[in-house]
């Protein structure tokens, strides 16, 4: 479904252009959103800093998700954050 590229000690990709092209990488925003508890979200947003993914900076605030209906309680004290990531599509 999905080709994931791995750059290789120059930066470039590792796979060969198609038909002797050398196609140029395109920028595409993709927006990442967090629901869960705060310890939860915290917890997430540290693991994507320590793999080298996103600064906890880039994070939004934590916003208060409302409940899903009048008297809701199927998930309290559920917060989300947003953050948008700039990647290069090849």
Do not use: C
């Not at 479904?1 to 002797?20: I, K, W």
């Not at 196609?23 to 994507?48: C, F």
């Not at 993914?53 to 917060?79: K, L, R």
């Amino acid at each position: 479904m999905f080709e994931y590229l791995e750059p290789d000690a120059t930066g470039a990709s590792n796979r060969s252009p198609a038909h002797g092209s050398n196609p140029q990488p395109r920028q595409e925003r993709v927006r990442h959103m967090l629901y869960g508890s705060l310890a939860g979200i915290d917890r997430t947003i540290k693991i994507l800093h320590a793999l080298g993914y996103a600064d906890p900076n880039d994070w939004s605030d934590p916003m208060p998700v409302p409940p899903s209906g009048a008297g809701a309680t199927d998930q309290p004290n559920q917060w989300m954050v947003i953050m948008t990531k700039i990647l290069l599509i090849e």
